[in-house]
């Protein structure tokens, strides 16, 4: 919420200007806007995600996560996106955010749902959903998980659902991370607490069918495997496990990397979700771009080579961080473009036509802009809507419905 009232009052601000429905790199390109301002920031993110490269990876019943959440998220490039719910264990790829957010939609109690801006065709697909256990696998250990205390502490206490941890994977940690930086302490306090809980210790053999019987859901971390293949049906067709290769950890910290055994283990289930990291695209043939690591080469933000051009957030430093980073980082780079006015490296003794020249070329090519007040147009009425179903919002996933609304 305060992002959204932050960003809102920048929007609405006299010397903010919003133009919505343009596609980068196709109804303008960078050069065209090059021409018309002093300064261009690139600040696009990471729509794209890295995929598995393993066999089986194309087969019915896998999906990324980026997809899956744009699907709950009425995203409209995955509003027909359709996931197999029928099986009862599902397996996500990867400890970070992303993957304990999946975990979380999968398991979480629909009357908590309902009271979300969630779409209805989500929830309608959730309510029929099957799984009831989601384990979430690395290929590296506790002290290397990317996800952060909020995130973990919220799956931790969520209704319905046991976390299932295995003790022997945290032995010996709490010396490990007697030095470590505070978050990591903390977070690895809180999955050792959890894994060490034993709620079955006092119980009567009653008391614990009641205990099981009020958590029909379970969700658990697996440490040091890798994914090999995904396992397909007899005829072919779906997904009906993974096999992984167990892996030992090389170094420490953060940089500890993981070296396959030799020794793989398989684990049967239906659904496959991929959540090993998003990666931005080039926008533009005339911009910079490292294939590599899928960032725009720059230095505090300057890229390289093309003064006057700069870029911030995913795709100026990889993407990696929550909100707050992103911030920060968007700090950095302002600070270069007002760097480079005060020395002259960006030369504004000339005047630039700015949106004039832009908007010409967008109409030229049959392109309607949509502005800020069109934008909270939709807002407004995708409020009303979720208002009538007792949510925060009922999101519009259909972009010409948008259109529509708007009178475009």
């Not at 393993?54 to 959440?69: D, K, M, T």
């Not at 400890?95 to 999968?106: P, Q, Y």
């Not at 809980?197 to 440490?223: S, Y």
């Not at 072919?236 to 290769?245: D, Q, S």
């Amino acid at each position: 919420q305060n992002v959204i009232n932050a960003f809102t009052q920048t929007a609405r601000s006299e010397r903010c200007a919003y133009y919505g429905n343009v596609t980068v790199g196709r109804d303008v390109t960078v050069a065209e806007l090059r021409q018309a301002y002093h300064a261009v920031v690139l600040s696009y993110g990471a729509e794209d995600n890295r995929v598995l490269g393993i066999p089986g990876e194309n087969l019915s019943g896998v999906y990324s996560a980026r997809a899956f959440v744009g699907w709950y998220n009425g995203l409209p490039e995955n509003r027909d996106l359709k996931p197999d719910l029928s099986c009862e264990t599902a397996l996500i790829l990867g400890h970070g955010n992303v993957a304990l957010d999946v975990a979380r939609i999968l398991l979480s109690p629909l009357h908590l749902l309902k009271k979300t801006d969630i779409t209805d065709s989500s929830l309608a697909a959730l309510a029929c959903s099957k799984v009831k256990r989601v384990w979430l696998v690395g290929r590296r250990g506790p002290l290397q998980v990317a996800f952060t205390i909020k995130e973990l502490r919220e799956m931790v206490n969520l209704p319905g659902a046991r976390p299932v941890l295995d003790p022997a994977d945290f032995t010996g940690l709490k010396n490990a991370i007697k030095d470590a930086p505070r978050p990591r302490k903390r977070l690895t306090e809180l999955m050792i607490k959890t894994a060490l809980e034993k709620p079955g210790e006092k119980m009567t053999e009653l008391q614990a069918a009641v205990a099981q019987a009020a958590a029909p859901r379970e969700w658990g971390l697996k440490f040091q495997r890798s994914p090999e293949e995904v396992l397909p049906t007899a005829d072919g067709r779906r997904a009906r496990g993974v096999r992984m290769a167990l892996t030992r950890l090389e170094g420490s910290g953060d940089s500890a990397k993981a070296i396959p055994t030799g020794d793989v283990e398989e684990l049967e289930c239906g659904l496959v979700l991929s959540s090993i990291g998003y990666r931005s695209l080039p926008l533009d043939p005339a911009v910079p771009f490292d294939t590599q690591r899928s960032i725009i080469p720059n230095s505090s933000g300057r890229v390289e080579g093309v003064p006057g051009l700069y870029c911030s957030g995913w795709v100026k430093r990889g993407p990696t961080g929550v909100i707050i980073t992103t911030m920060n980082d968007s700090f950095e780079t302002a600070q270069s473009v007002l760097e480079d006015l005060q020395v002259g490296v960006l030369d504004v003794s000339t005047s630039r036509e700015g949106f004039g020249a832009v908007e010409s070329i967008l109409r030229s090519r049959g392109v309607r802009p949509v502005s800020f007040s069109d934008w909270e147009k939709i807002d407004a009425a995708e409020v009303a809507r979720g208002k009538a179903a007792g949510k925060p919002r009922e999101k519009i996933v259909d972009p010409q419905e948008m259109l529509r609304l708007i009178g475009h």
